[in-house]
């Protein structure tokens, strides 16, 4: 069974840093590709960050490039998310999900952690 | 790739039919993921592929479209259907989701 358990997430002021940790297990990790989705207070869900496998890509929404940074550690089957310069609209629960290439198709859906909350506040 | 999503809310009876829309702003092949969304959980993904039903999720769910038109269907309402629905794109390397249909009792 695939499991994604998010951590790291709480309160930090403006303009602060957070590094959100994911764990992943039930799967090969290194052979996904792993995202960020974060979903503000109410509202809908905004895809953040992708990761290939290796590590090799990385791919990141307009409103945190040059901000956020994503890795991952396949020793550890670990992914990160890096958050500098937050901002009161980073505030959001942040969900760490699996990329999966359908079995009969090539198009890719995601499997879901439950998320870390991140409050960016003075 | 933008993705618009119709209606936002939606207020409807157990047992009526709906239809939820979503556009992609560029022709996106099939690579369109619908996922539902209940209270503090995270979302389940439905449908995938624009039209292929997830294993467990009832045959009332129904996807459709290719290009830049897609549709959800639920055939007949059940109380545990009041929820919020997304639409995903995974055609471009940089996914992006519909702004959500909120399914609300009548």
């Known amino acids: 069974e695939v499991q994604l358990l998010e951590s790291g997430g709480g309160l930090v002021q403006p303009g602060g840093s957070l590094r959100l940790s994911c764990a992943a297990s039930?799967?090969?990790?290194?052979?996904?590709?792993m995202h960020w989705v974060r979903q503000a207070p109410g509202k809908g869900l905004e895809w953040v960050s992708r990761?290939?496998?290796?590590?090799?890509?990385?791919y990141y929404a307009d409103s945190v490039k040059g901000r956020f940074t994503i890795s991952r550690d396949n020793s550890k089957n670990t992914l990160y998310l890096q958050m500098d310069s937050l901002r009161a609209e980073d505030t959001a629960i942040y969900y760490c999900?699996?990329?999966?290439?359908?079995?009969?198709?090539?198009?890719?859906?995601?499997?879901w952690g439950q998320g870390t909350m991140v409050t960016v506040s003075s | 790739i933008q993705m618009t999503q119709t209606p936002s809310s939606l207020s409807a009876s157990v047992g009526d039919r709906v239809i939820i829309t979503c556009r992609a702003s560029?022709?996106?092949?099939?690579?369109l993921n619908w996922y539902q969304q209940k209270p503090g959980k995270a979302p389940k993904l439905l449908i995938s592929?624009?039209?292929s039903s997830q294993s467990g999720v009832p045959s009332r769910f129904s996807g459709s479209g290719y290009g830049t038109d897609f549709t959800l269907t639920i055939s007949s309402l059940q109380p545990e259907d009041f929820a919020t629905y997304y639409c995903?794109?995974?055609?471009?390397?940089?996914?992006?989701f519909g702004q959500g249909t909120k399914l609300e009792t009548k």
């Open positions: 999900a699996q990329d999966v290439v359908g079995a009969t198709t090539p198009v890719s859906t995601l499997t």
């Open positions: 039930g799967f090969i990790f290194r052979n996904h590709a």
């Open positions: 990761i290939t496998g290796y590590g090799g890509n990385t």
């Open positions: 560029q022709t996106i092949s099939n690579y």
């Open positions: 592929a624009a039209s």
């Open positions: 995903q794109q995974s055609f471009s390397s940089l996914y992006t």
